[in-house]
C-alpha cells in the first residue's frame, strides 16, 4: 500500500460521506424547491433525527445543492445568542464575501460598520445604512443576490439548541421574505425532543409547515455501496465476505457507516483487500467509538423509568409491543404511553405500527444488551 494512501471514510460529525446513499430522493427534494421559485414548500426545510443519523450531513448536502445554483449560503451552529451571532458575524462575512465579485451587482459594499453588524454601502449607490435587524439584512443580502438570479440560504445545525425566542424571531423574519416572494430559503436540522419543544411555540407556525423529513436507518442494499465504493477507489476493497459483514454491522446507521469503513481500512493498510478477519476487528472498534459518541450519552440522558422501558425491548428482533413493555416493566397504561412519547421525541425510539415500537438507532439495542449483560 502507498505511503500516500489516504482512508477515505470520514467518520467525524458534520463531515460529508465519501458516497453519499440513502438520501438521494430528499436532497432531490430541496433542490427541486430551489428551482420552483419562491412559494415552493421546500424552500423552507427541516431535518430530525437521533444522533449520529445524518441530519449534518442533509444540511451539507442542501447547503451543496444551493451553492451549485449561485446562492448565498449563510450556515450556523443554534447555541446562545444565535440571532447575534447572525447579525454581527455570519450575514456581514457573506456581505463581505460579495465585496468586489466581479459578476455581481453594481453597487459595492464598503465594509461592516455598525454597532450590531449592519452594513454600510459605497457612497455612489445612495442607499442608507442597514438597520440592525435581521429581517431587513436577509432582504438586503437578497436584493444583491437577486441581481444574478440567485437566493439566500440559511443554514441552522442543531436546532435543539436553541432558545425559542431566537428561533422565534428567525422565523418571523423567514416567513415575511416568504411572504414578500423573495428569493430565500431555509433549512435547519435538529433532535426530535428539542425540535418539537421550540414547534410547540404557538407564534413559530411557520416552521411547523416546513417539509420534514424524519431521518431513519438507510437500507442495507445502498449502505453496501457506501462502503463498497470509496473502499474500492481508494484501492483497498471489501472481500465479498467481509463487505456482507461490515454492512450487516452498520445496521443503516449513517454515521456507523463512516465508523465501519474507517475502522476495517486501518486494520491493515498493506493488505490489498479488507478480509472478513480486517472487517471483524474494525467493526468491534467501530461499535466501542459509536458507543461512547452517542449510545453512552444518550443512555445517560435518559430517566430511571425510561431506561425500564427501553431494556425492556432489548430481547426483541426487531420491533415490540407495547403490551410486552407493560408486562416487563409493570407500568400502567398511562405511564407506559407517556414514556413511549417521550422517548419517541428524544429520537430513542420510533412507531412502526399500532402498537408497536422499534429503536430509531438499531445499535442502542446492542448497546444496551451489552451493559444488560455487565
Same mark, same amino acid.
Given at each position: 500500500?502507498?505511503? =500516500?494512501?489516504?482512508?477515505?471514510?470520514?467518520?467525524?460529525?458534520?463531515s460529508?460521506?465519501?458516497?453519499?446513499?440513502?438520501r438521494?430522493?430528499? /436532497?432531490?427534494?430541496?433542490?427541486?424547491?430551489l428551482?420552483?421559485?419562491?412559494?415552493?414548500?421546500?424552500?423552507?426545510?427541516?431535518? &430530525?433525527?437521533?444522533?449520529? &443519523?445524518?441530519?449534518? #450531513?442533509?444540511?451539507?448536502?442542501?447547503?451543496?445543492?444551493?451553492?451549485?445554483?449561485?446562492?448565498?449560503?449563510?450556515?450556523?451552529? #443554534?447555541?446562545?445568542?444565535?440571532?447575534?451571532?447572525?447579525m454581527?458575524?455570519r450575514?456581514?462575512? #457573506?456581505?463581505?464575501?460579495?465585496?468586489?465579485?466581479?459578476?455581481?451587482p453594481?453597487? /459595492?459594499?464598503?465594509?461592516v460598520?455598525?454597532?450590531f453588524?449592519? &452594513?454600510?454601502?459605497?457612497? +455612489?449607490?445612495?442607499?442608507?445604512?442597514?438597520?440592525?435587524? !435581521?429581517?431587513?439584512?436577509?432582504?438586503?443580502?437578497?436584493?444583491?443576490?437577486?441581481?444574478?438570479?440567485?437566493?439566500?440560504?440559511?443554514?441552522?445545525?442543531?436546532?435543539?439548541?436553541a432558545?425559542?425566542?431566537?428561533?422565534? =424571531?428567525? #422565523?418571523i423574519?423567514?416567513?415575511?421574505?416568504?411572504?414578500?416572494?423573495?428569493?430565500?430559503?431555509?433549512?435547519?436540522?435538529? %433532535?426530535?425532543?428539542?425540535?418539537?419543544?421550540?414547534?410547540?411555540?404557538?407564534?413559530?407556525?411557520? !416552521?411547523?409547515?416546513?417539509d420534514?423529513?424524519?431521518?431513519?436507518?438507510?437500507?442495507?442494499?445502498?449502505?453496501?455501496?457506501?462502503?463498497?465504493?470509496?473502499?474500492?477507489?481508494?484501492?483497498?476493497?471489501?472481500?465479498?465476505?467481509?463487505? /456482507?459483514?461490515?454492512?450487516?454491522?452498520?445496521?443503516?446507521?449513517?454515521f456507523?457507516?463512516? %465508523?465501519?469503513?474507517?475502522?476495517?481500512?486501518?486494520?491493515?493498510?498493506?493488505?490489498?483487500t479488507?478480509?472478513?478477519?480486517?472487517?471483524?476487528?474494525?467493526?468491534?472498534?467501530?461499535?466501542?467509538?459509536?458507543?461512547? !459518541?452517542?449510545?453512552?450519552? =444518550?443512555? /445517560?440522558?435518559?430517566?430511571?423509568? =425510561?431506561?425500564?422501558? &427501553?431494556?425492556?425491548?432489548?430481547?426483541?428482533?426487531?420491533e415490540?409491543?407495547m403490551?410486552?413493555?407493560?408486562?416487563?416493566?409493570? !407500568?400502567?397504561?398511562?405511564? +407506559?404511553?407517556?414514556?413511549?412519547?417521550?422517548?419517541?421525541?428524544?429520537?430513542?425510539?420510533?412507531?412502526?405500527r399500532?402498537?408497536?415500537?422499534?429503536?430509531?438507532?438499531?445499535?442502542f439495542r446492542?448497546?444496551?444488551?451489552?451493559?444488560?449483560?455487565?
Amino acid at each position: 500500500m502507498s505511503d =500516500e494512501f489516504r482512508n477515505p471514510f470520514r467518520p467525524t460529525f458534520g463531515s460529508p460521506p465519501p458516497r453519499f446513499v440513502g438520501r438521494e430522493a430528499i /436532497r432531490w427534494s430541496f433542490a427541486q424547491g430551489l428551482d420552483d421559485g419562491p412559494g415552493s414548500p421546500a424552500r423552507a426545510t427541516l431535518y &430530525v433525527g437521533a444522533r449520529g &443519523v445524518g441530519k449534518t #450531513a442533509m444540511l451539507n448536502e442542501a447547503e451543496r445543492e444551493a451553492e451549485l445554483r449561485g446562492w448565498i449560503v449563510i450556515r450556523e451552529t #443554534a447555541r446562545a445568542g444565535l440571532v447575534d451571532s447572525l447579525m454581527r458575524a455570519r450575514i456581514p462575512e #457573506a456581505f463581505a464575501a460579495l465585496d468586489g465579485r466581479p459578476s455581481g451587482p453594481a453597487r /459595492r459594499i464598503t465594509g461592516v460598520d455598525t454597532p450590531f453588524g449592519g &452594513v454600510s454601502f459605497d457612497s +455612489t449607490t445612495n442607499d442608507p445604512e442597514i438597520s440592525p435587524d !435581521l429581517r431587513s439584512m436577509i432582504e438586503q443580502l437578497e436584493q444583491i443576490a437577486s441581481t444574478g438570479d440567485t437566493g439566500v440560504l440559511l443554514s441552522i445545525d442543531e436546532l435543539h439548541a436553541a432558545a425559542t425566542e431566537e428561533i422565534r =424571531e428567525i #422565523a418571523i423574519a423567514i416567513q415575511h421574505t416568504f411572504r414578500r416572494q423573495l428569493n430565500v430559503a431555509f433549512v435547519g436540522a435538529g %433532535l426530535p425532543a428539542g425540535l418539537d419543544a421550540i414547534l410547540d411555540d404557538d407564534i413559530i407556525t411557520f !416552521l411547523r409547515r416546513a417539509d420534514r423529513h424524519d431521518l431513519g436507518p438507510i437500507d442495507l442494499t445502498l449502505v453496501d455501496e457506501g462502503l463498497r465504493d470509496p473502499a474500492a477507489k481508494a484501492g483497498r476493497p471489501f472481500d465479498d465476505d467481509a463487505l /456482507r459483514l461490515a454492512t450487516a454491522a452498520t445496521e443503516g446507521f449513517a454515521f456507523m457507516i463512516q %465508523l465501519v469503513g474507517f475502522h476495517c481500512i486501518n486494520v491493515d493498510r498493506t493488505s490489498p483487500t479488507i478480509t472478513v478477519a480486517d472487517a471483524r476487528i474494525g467493526i468491534d472498534a467501530a461499535r466501542h467509538r459509536v458507543d461512547s !459518541l452517542v449510545h453512552e450519552p =444518550e443512555f /445517560r440522558g435518559l430517566t430511571d423509568r =425510561e431506561r425500564a422501558f &427501553v431494556f425492556a425491548m432489548v430481547d426483541d428482533a426487531d420491533e415490540t409491543a407495547m403490551a410486552a413493555i407493560r408486562e416487563r416493566t409493570g !407500568l400502567d397504561m398511562n405511564n +407506559t404511553n407517556t414514556h413511549r412519547h417521550r422517548l419517541i421525541r428524544k429520537g430513542v425510539i420510533r412507531p412502526v405500527r399500532k402498537g408497536y415500537v422499534a429503536f430509531a438507532n438499531a445499535g442502542f439495542r446492542t448497546y444496551l444488551g451489552n451493559r444488560k449483560l455487565n
